[in-house]
């Protein structure tokens, strides 16, 4: 049997387009998942909307016992985002409108975690849409949670 750990509320947000290890440096706001930077930029009809990287962070506390996996479970991040738990590089997903996971068993720990996403909806060649008649909103817009399984579990790691 698996359970869902939501992971929505109370996130830390900065727009800015930096390297993951200036973050340290940078001021953050405090927002909830969903979140999109472009809730009021994006509505104006205009290319004057920002589209670059942003940053994520969240804090929170975590146990699971010996025998069980866990995953993090994105259900969308617009449209590139590099994902990091504790430190240790979880790595890429390319294309804001499906779901991903990541097995996360080794890396998560009991007690403190600090995960911390990147979210890129610039103009990415190898990214689609390319172009559309809709607004390309940046942003990790869908739910995060955290999958908690036993060792022996349907596969999660397929297609999310």
Known sequence: MSKRLNLNQNWQFVQKACRYEELEDQEFTEVNIPHTWNAED???????????LCWYRKAFDFSMRGDQAAFLEFEAVNSVADVYLNGAYLGRHKGGYSAFRFEVTGVIQDGSNLLIVGADNSHIEDVYP???DFTFYGGIYRGVNIVV??????ELMDSA
């Open 130 to 132: 390319l172009l559309a």
């Open 42 to 52: 994006g509505q104006n009809g205009t290319d004057g909307y920002h589209r670059g």
């Open 149 to 154: 399984t036993e060792k022996v579990h349907f």
